[in-house]
C-alpha cells in the first residue's frame, strides 16, 4: 500500500478500497448503534423514575468519550433526577457495556433554550418563545422569532409584533429551541 500526504492534513491511502468518506460512515454508524444500545439501556430505566429521555449524544475519540444523557419531566428536572438516572443508568451501563471504551457519564436536562425536535417538543410548548431556522427562505426569511401560537397538521403557527404570523411545515425545520424569557 503506497500513502501519500496532501498539505491540508489529509492521509490518501493509494490501491485500497478505504476512503475518508468509508471511514467516516462507518464511525458515524457505529456511533449511531452505540447511542441505540445507550437508549435501550435507559429508556425503561427513565421511565421507572418517571423520567423521559430528551436525546443521547456521544462524542470523543475511540479511545475515550463522553456520553450525554438529557433527560426531562413536564415538572422540570432536578439535581436529584440527575443524580439517580447517573447512578442506575451508569450501572446498567456497566453490566450491559455497550462501550467498549473509558468514557465519562454526564446526566443533565435540556435546558432553558432546550431545542425542539419532535412534534411533541412543540406542542408540548405552544405559547412559549422559540427561535426557528428553516431549510428553505419562506418570505425571504430563514430565521424566526415569535411565540408559538399552534403546532396543528405538521405546521408551527409563529406569533410575531406587532400582528404578524408566519407557518412553517415541520419537515422545512431545520433548527428550533426556546428562548429565555425573563
Same mark, same amino acid.
Given at each position: =500500500?503506497?500513502?501519500?500526504?496532501?498539505? !491540508?492534513?489529509?492521509? +490518501? $491511502?493509494?490501491? @485500497?478500497?478505504? @476512503?475518508?468518506?468509508?471511514? !467516516?460512515?462507518?464511525?458515524? =454508524?457505529?456511533?449511531?448503534?452505540?447511542?441505540?444500545?445507550?437508549?435501550? +439501556?435507559?429508556?425503561?430505566?427513565?421511565?421507572?423514575?418517571?423520567?423521559?429521555? !430528551?436525546?443521547?449524544?456521544?462524542?470523543?475519540?475511540?479511545?475515550?468519550?463522553?456520553?450525554? $444523557?438529557? &433527560?426531562?419531566?413536564?415538572?422540570?428536572?432536578?439535581?436529584? *433526577?440527575?443524580? %439517580?438516572? @447517573?447512578?442506575? +443508568?451508569?450501572?446498567?451501563?456497566? +453490566?450491559? /457495556?455497550? $462501550?467498549?471504551?473509558?468514557?465519562?457519564?454526564?446526566?443533565? @436536562?435540556?435546558?432553558?433554550?432546550?431545542?425542539?425536535?419532535? %412534534?411533541? *417538543? !412543540?406542542?408540548?410548548?405552544?405559547?412559549?418563545?422559540?427561535?426557528?431556522?428553516?431549510?428553505?427562505? $419562506?418570505?425571504?426569511?430563514?430565521?424566526?422569532?415569535?411565540?408559538?401560537?399552534?403546532?396543528?397538521?405538521?405546521?408551527?403557527?409563529?406569533?410575531? *409584533?406587532?400582528?404578524?404570523?408566519?407557518?412553517?411545515?415541520? /419537515?422545512? &425545520?431545520?433548527?428550533?429551541?426556546?428562548?429565555?424569557?425573563?
Amino acid at each position: =500500500m503506497l500513502y501519500k500526504g496532501l498539505d !491540508f492534513g489529509l492521509l +490518501v $491511502i493509494v490501491g @485500497s478500497f478505504f @476512503s475518508p468518506l468509508f471511514c !467516516f460512515k462507518e464511525l458515524k =454508524m457505529e456511533k449511531e448503534a452505540l447511542i441505540d444500545k445507550v437508549k435501550n +439501556v435507559a429508556e425503561p430505566i427513565l421511565r421507572s423514575l418517571g423520567l423521559d429521555l !430528551f436525546d443521547v449524544v456521544y462524542s470523543g475519540s475511540p479511545k475515550r468519550g463522553a456520553l450525554r $444523557i438529557f &433527560i426531562d419531566k413536564k415538572e422540570g428536572v432536578t439535581l436529584d *433526577d440527575c443524580e %439517580k438516572v @447517573s447512578r442506575y +443508568v451508569g450501572h446498567a451501563l456497566d +453490566v450491559e /457495556d455497550p $462501550i467498549p471504551h473509558q468514557y465519562t457519564l454526564e446526566v443533565s @436536562s435540556p435546558g432553558l433554550d432546550r431545542p425542539l425536535k419532535r %412534534k411533541e *417538543d !412543540f406542542l408540548r410548548f405552544i405559547g412559549k418563545k422559540v427561535k426557528v431556522k428553516t431549510t428553505l427562505p $419562506i418570505g425571504n426569511q430563514k430565521v424566526f422569532v415569535g411565540r408559538l401560537a399552534d403546532f396543528r397538521e405538521e405546521t408551527a403557527y409563529l406569533l410575531f *409584533d406587532p400582528a404578524g404570523e408566519v407557518q412553517i411545515p415541520f /419537515d422545512q &425545520i431545520a433548527q428550533a429551541r426556546l428562548e429565555v424569557e425573563f
